[in-house]
């Protein structure tokens, strides 16, 4: 079979998600071709992609093969001998690179697919699904993400999964408003789990929501891998909270995502119909920079949580 090899460097769980459509595009257009994804740790694709057949092999750059040090120059030729070796006639470069580019054509690859060499001021994401059609020369394709998982039949229990993680503190809505909002959702019925990331800060807000409401419905997730906390987002009826990971994942999940946006670009929603954003109400639209998170009002999220449960 073809060797083919996806570069997506993106960091996060959510990046993973976003691009995730096109890199399953990719290889339904390119059936005779075993796929090879080099990406970044942080992204959790060995958890994320456990059960796609879209990629044969998942390289992190971290792995020890080809792991990054503070030399350029060493990580050229560590990933140079890498690719050769396992002798790629094809590369699809997900974003602006001329180091992928000169790699890739000093190995010998014969088809490169690249955004560009040159970094340009585009919304990546935005981008991506334009790029995809180019490059397979198909104009129906969509940016969907659909996440490969285990069917579950059980989405109707009274789970939601609260996401109270992001990657900056300008993407955080407030813990009290947190605490306000469960408790406005007046259903003893409906278990709430956290789901926020394994570090103190964290740890921290999800204590804080714990030893407030001080119900035994509400489960804090922060300790837990991505490939255990995704069976607990597959079960639940709704997402609600930051514009973070969890977020892409229950959408990817086909789960019901309330997203709230007030420090990230409205495109970071809109590529999937299961994620429905809030911005704050006197916002035309929101973007890096807004620092908006805290005029998001909780009697706004309540009415969109009403729409669901």
Partial sequence: MNKGLIIQTRPGVGDLCMFLPYIQQIKEHNKDFAFTLVTKKRTAAKQILKYDQSINQIVYLED???ATTKSKINNFFKLLNFIKKNNF???YIMHFSIFWFLLAKISGI???YKYGILKKNVDIYLN?????KRWLQDPNLSSQTKIVYPQNNSKNNNQIIIGIG???PTKKWPIENYIELIKKINDKNIKFYLAGGN???ENQIANKIINEIKENRIESLCSLSIEEIMPIINSSKLYIGNDTGFMH???GLNIPAIGLFGDTPLSYAKYNKNIFPIIPE???TVGHGSMAMNQITIGQVLNEVKKFI
Wanted: glycine share 4%.
């Fill in 110 to 112: 014969k088809n490169i």
């Fill in 128 to 132: 991506a699904l334009e790029q995809n």
């Fill in 64 to 66: 020890e093969t080809i």
């Fill in 249 to 251: 994942l229950s959408a």
């Fill in 199 to 201: 570090n103190e800060i």
């Fill in 89 to 91: 006639s094809k590369i």
């Fill in 282 to 284: 006197n916002f035309k």
């Fill in 166 to 168: 992001s990657s900056g």
